[in-house]
């Protein structure tokens, strides 16, 4: 029987000029002062902040990005998974294919990765807002002369007249749900090169002694990129998405932040850091301790311990000749891992928790924003910044728990079993609490919030003749009630004072002022205590909820929990399998993580997300959108005890591969 064909694994053999620093062949002398290991590991450094800023800044635009083009929160989920469905097709090819010039690989992943952002902000730009968008009603409302008030004359079908509805003036929805799909597809095609090549690359370039120094810089530049994107969406979620200054505050719900500016900083960094990367040589020249000979043949000549000569040439110093890999090895390999049930057991603890982690990452800012009615830009840094810095810390103590106490397989498996209950726990525990959850008159008044004409509602005895599903909120604040609409209030107009909007003659809220803002219109002050008792003002009325602290907290905790195991779970892992199957298992487990975990877990969460809306964004031609307000108590539920669910099976996983394992111990 004929064998089968190997695959020679990219066997590169560097020239000259392969091991020097150029630009597209251009290799001046003082560019050989970047041939450097220290000047690699900088521009390594930067390349791993800019593909892990998206960590925490796609998730803390979500909201933003959701209401600026009507998209569900499924949909959402699904553009986010698109860069896990590239990175399973590439991480293949690249780790297969990706073993010549190694930095060059990188350059051209990085570009990758710069493009994918760019394209994620270019949607803003592509698709402005048109006449039947759901944003129309907002921006009009902050253009004073085209806010809807109460008026018994209006025309009704005047509202309408003109608009014809159809695929080609709706908001279009598909086209910024493509754009933004496609540019994390791209993003995903590029993000899983740089952690495929740059370890090896490292580690064929650094002396022993400096080994972890190094890998521990690589993943720190991956952990420290959440933190820039945390610090870009605290400042870019405190600026409109126009730039302009609406009426409303950043914790209103029809908040919009300028989403759009941080994938393009962050595509304008990737793309730099491409081009400075890819000047680097296929291999670092170390510096001998002393300086060499070089005879006429192109080799070095040092005397070893015993006053020898030693002859190498420079290409064998600075470059590794990867081994070739048979493509009859893989089906063998995969039947081996496939009888190994500790190994599979282990599998689908990694699963679940990968499923628990990207679910509950992908819309943690929404929740916090929806629920305790905080400004994104302030969930940035109080309520996503201790959460980023808890898994860091999480995984920093578990490394140094498992390397003090020097913990066997089974030690290791009861840590893991421990901090998927202890993490399961801290999810159910913060389905208590909750805030009081916002009555919105002409929203939960009405049995049909979308169409009120049969409604026995203030806004309808007083004929007031108020759009459907419109959504611009002000607020009574003597009695703390919100009104769905000015128009619903009873307001038939507005006033500034001191760059404040005050609505006027409001019949249907107790609190209406206008007589008295006529009496106050020649003075230059109006007391605290006249605006607390007697104004409404645009905007979902303030709560007040003590418990945005607490849950910040336990979140922490729970991500602390979720990073102490990892590096006592690498070690297991290991363990459980053969020597020459580590790197195959290292692979499909990363597969299998993403595939099964990291890829459904938005979309499911999503849709059980959009479950909870009690108010849609509707346009003028009834298409629906985003969700405007949420059932607080159905959203805290659903979100927290799917997450605690799978958290508490991957402890009854983690007790199973304990138990296997109970007779385990570590190599020496």
């Known amino acids: 029987m004929a064998e089968a064909p190997s695959l020679p694994v990219a066997v590169f053999s560097p020239t000259k000029g392969s091991l020097s620093c150029n630009i597209f062949g251009w290799a001046p002398r003082w560019l050989q002062v970047f041939n450097d290991l220290r000047a690699f590991m900088v521009c390594f450094f930067c390349l791993s902040i800019f593909r892990g800023i998206t960590i925490s800044y796609f998730a803390s635009m979500v909201p933003s990005m959701e209401k600026r083009f009507g998209l569900s929160s499924q949909s959402i989920g699904t553009v986010n998974a698109m860069s896990d469905v590239s990175g399973l097709l590439s991480a293949v090819l690249v780790a297969h294919f990706g073993g010549g010039h190694r930095p060059r690989w990188i350059a051209g992943s990085s570009l990758l990765v710069g493009i994918g952002y760019l394209l994620m902000s270019a949607p803003e730009i592509i698709f402005p807002p048109n006449p039947t968008s759901i944003l129309a009603s907002v921006m009009a409302t902050s253009s004073d002369e085209n806010e809807p008030f109460c008026d018994a004359n209006r025309n009704e079908s005047s509202q309408t007249a003109g608009l014809v509805c159809g695929e080609e003036t709706t908001d279009g929805r598909g086209g910024p749900l493509l754009v933004l799909g496609l540019g994390q597809f791209v993003f995903g095609l590029g993000a899983m090169t740089a952690p495929i090549l740059g370890m090896p690359f490292l580690d064929d370039n650094v002396k022993r002694r400096n080994a972890p120094l190094y890998f521990a810089l690589a993943f720190v530049g991956l952990n420290f990129g959440p933190l820039v994107g945390t610090g870009l969406s605290a400042a870019f979620n405190a600026i409109y998405f126009d730039l302009s200054k609406p009426d409303f505050q950043p914790s209103d719900p029809r908040w919009i932040s300028a989403w ?6 962050a595509g304008v960094g990737s793309i730099v850091m491409a081009v400075i990367m890819s000047c680097f040589p296929s291999a670092l020249t170390k510096k001998p301790r002393r300086k060499p000979s070089l005879n006429g043949n192109g080799l070095t000549v040092q005397k070893d311990l015993s006053g020898r000569e030693r002859k190498t040439h420079l290409a064998e110093r600075t470059a590794v000749v990867p081994q070739t890999i048979t493509v ?8 081996r891992l496939s009888r190994n049930s500790t190994y599979l057991m282990k599998v689908l603890g990694q699963i679940l928790s990968a499923f ?6 992908s819309f943690n800012v929404k929740f916090m924003k929806e629920q305790y009615r905080v400004p994104q830009s302030t969930i940035s840094i109080a309520g996503v910044l201790p959460m980023v810095l808890g898994m860091m810390i999480g995984v920093g103590l578990g490394s140094m728990f498992v390397r003090h106490f020097k913990l066997s397989p089974r030690g290791i498996g009861y840590v893991m079993a421990a901090c998927s209950f202890l993490g399961a726990t801290c999810f159910f525990s913060v389905t208590g609490l909750g805030c009081s959850q916002d009555h919105i008159i002409g929203v939960d008044d009405v049995a049909e919030p979308y169409n009120t004409t049969s409604a026995d509602v203030c806004m309808r005895k007083n004929d007031c003749k108020c759009q459907n599903a419109h959504f611009n909120p002000v607020c009574d604040t003597g009695r703390g009630r919100t009104y769905v609409s000015a128009c619903a209030a009873g307001c038939s107009s507005s006033n500034r004072r001191n760059g404040t909007k005050y609505y006027l003659d409001c019949v249907c809220a107790i609190g209406d002022v206008g007589s008295l803002f006529g009496e106050l219109e020649n003075t230059t002050w109006v007391t605290a205590d006249v605006l607390a008792t007697s104004v409404v003002l645009s905007g979902v ?8 602290p607490i849950y910040v907290a336990l979140m922490s905790l ?3 929990c979720m990073g102490f195991p990892t590096a006592g779970a690498v070690m297991l892992q290991f363990r459980i399998v053969d020597k020459d199957l580590k790197s195959l298992v290292n692979g499909l487990s990363t597969f299998a993580m993403s595939a099964l975990g990291m890829l459904p877990a938005p979309i499911l969460l999503g849709w059980l997300i959009d479950s909870s809306c009690r108010f849609w964004q509707t346009d003028s031609c009834g298409t629906r959108g985003a969700c405007w307000i949420y059932n ?7 979100f927290h005890a799917i997450v605690g669910a799978v958290r508490l099976i991957n402890c009854l996983t983690d007790l199973t591969v304990t138990y296997k394992v109970r007779y385990l111990a ?3």
Do not use: H, T
Request: glycine share 4%; proline share 5%; hydrophobic share 45%.
């Open 558 to 560: 729970a991500m602390v």
């Open 632 to 638: 607080a108590d159905e959203f805290r539920w659903k």
């Open 666 to 668: 570590f190599r020496a």
């Open 328 to 335: 009859k090895d893989l089906p063998v390999n995969l039947r």
């Open 260 to 265: 759009y500016l941080g994938f393009a900083v």
């Open 541 to 548: 009325c303030p709560k007040q909820c003590s418990n945005f």
């Open 356 to 361: 628990a982690l990207s679910g509950y990452i």
